[in-house]
């Protein structure tokens, strides 16, 4: 059974610093891996979704990478900004029937 | 649409009642996913559809909760008797395939009191 877990669980920055969020998976067998923000009281925005194949996707100032051997999946974010405050999820897609499996996400504040 | 859809935005049902929410995926997305946000951040799947035809149902429970998605119509949500337990936020996520390099688009979701 795939778990997703997220560490840490809050995270607080001044505004400038880069970062890293952390993302990992019991079950290496994955098809692909999807991060998402979601702001109070919103739905999900997908940000970048790396394919099992794939190590790593860049969105601006994102950038997301896939460890399968080790179950593990960062996103880093340079240079944050206040507007990125959110929460950030993952979700790992390990069955053939493309059931997400969530992380319990990290709570991010960046501080002007 | 360009955006997956779904009404309503918030529902109140007293203990007891029914709950219908719907949701229209984005045009062309053979697969609709219905996720349930209970507390903050805990996500749980319910069931997908790969056009009317229910892909995987593993995450919906057995009483209670059923849902369709018919030709020509969005894609619905029914809780019968509803319980307090029930009062999460419904999200309904609709791709193109359900693997690969295919993403899920997610709705703004329907958030469910039950009082």
Known sequence: KQEVTQIPAALSVPEGENLVLNCSFTDSAIY????????PGKGLT???????????QTSGRLNASLDKSSGRSTLYIAASQPGD?????????SGN???????QGTTLQVKP | GEE????PKHLVRGEGQKAKLYCAPIKGHSYVFWYQQV?????????SFQNENVFDETGMPKERFSAKCLPNSPCSLEIQATKLEDSAVYFCASS?????GYEQYFGPGTRLTVT
Do not use: H, M
């Open chain 1, 32 to 39: 692909n891996l999807q991060w998402f923000r979601q702001d």
């Open chain 1, 46 to 56: 997908s940000l970048l979704l790396i394919q099992s194949s794939q190590r790593e």
């Open chain 1, 85 to 93: 405050s959110a929460t950030y999820l993952c979700a790992a897609n």
């Open chain 1, 97 to 103: 029937t493309g059931k997400l499996i969530f992380g």
């Open chain 2, 4 to 7: 997956v859809a779904q009404t």
């Open chain 2, 39 to 47: 507390l903050k951040n805990e996500f749980k799947f319910l069931i």
């Open chain 2, 96 to 100: 193109q395939s359900p693997q690969g």
